[in-house]
């Protein structure tokens, strides 16, 4: 089946950091959603792209529909501590049943 | 808040037993999504329903089943629980197939 490779699978940060992450497939998407879940909550939607090439900011994250429809990135600028938690993209495959594939996560640790 | 409702919040069984999760969808949304995230794990895709009817299953076990009734809410039901089904469960909603999904809070549900 359809498959996302999200990466990395976590990441140590300092505050003030920059902070990117990507999704990748072999598949072409029409959509590509950004996720945010803290621990024991549900996952929360960032950003929402709908063309190739379309880069579109939320505050200090932006991300960005690949060209190609085949991957996405999310980077969040000058990192808080706040911004801890999973990072989830998702994306709906083009000529598919609607359904939306999800990748494994993005966990983002502040570095003590 | 999502205006995605679940309940119950917590729910601790025992093995073997049967429990039923409720979900309220956003106001006008009519499909409804169902997600198992075990401990540090991402989401798994249960079951899908739109308008009633049932559109789309991920892996979903048998011993699991779900439906979504005519006022859109939807339950998902839950038989000879296993400790391996102690895990999250979000629901979620969107307006159409294959939109932006919208999550409840979760259930966290242990069987013991």
């Known amino acids: 089946g359809q498959q996302l490779n999200q990466s990395p699978q976590s990441m140590f940060i300092q505050e003030g950091e920059d902070v990117s992450m990507n999704c990748t497939s072999s598949?072409?998407?029409?959509?590509w959603l950004w996720y945010k879940q803290d621990p024991g909550e549900g996952p929360v939607l960032l950003i929402a792209l709908y063309k190739a090439g379309e880069l579109t900011s939320n505050g200090r994250l932006t991300a960005q529909f690949g060209i190609t429809r085949k991957d996405s990135f999310l980077n969040i600028s000058a990192s808080i501590p706040s911004d801890v938690g999973i990072y989830f993209c998702a994306g709906q495959v083009a000529y598919s049943n609607y359904q939306l594939i999800w990748g494994a996560g993005t966990k983002l640790i502040i570095k003590p | 808040d999502s205006g995605v409702t679940q309940t119950p919040k917590h729910l601790i069984t025992a093995t073997g037993q049967r429990v039923t999760l409720r979900c309220s969808p956003r106001s006008g949304d009519l499909s409804v999504y169902w997600y198992q995230q075990s401990l540090d794990q991402g989401l798994q895709f249960l079951i899908q329903?739109?308008?009633?009817?049932?559109?789309a299953k991920g892996n979903i076990l048998e011993r699991f089943s779900a439906q979504q009734f005519p006022d859109l809410h939807s339950e998902l039901n839950l038989s000879s629980l296993e400790l391996g089904d102690s895990a999250l469960y979000f629901c979620?909603?969107?307006?159409?197939?294959?939109?932006?999904?919208?999550f409840g809070p979760g259930t966290r549900l242990t069987v013991t």
């Open positions: 329903y739109y308008n009633g009817e049932e559109r």
């Open positions: 979620a909603s969107s307006v159409g197939q294959g939109d932006e999904q919208y």
């Open positions: 598949s072409i998407f029409n959509t």
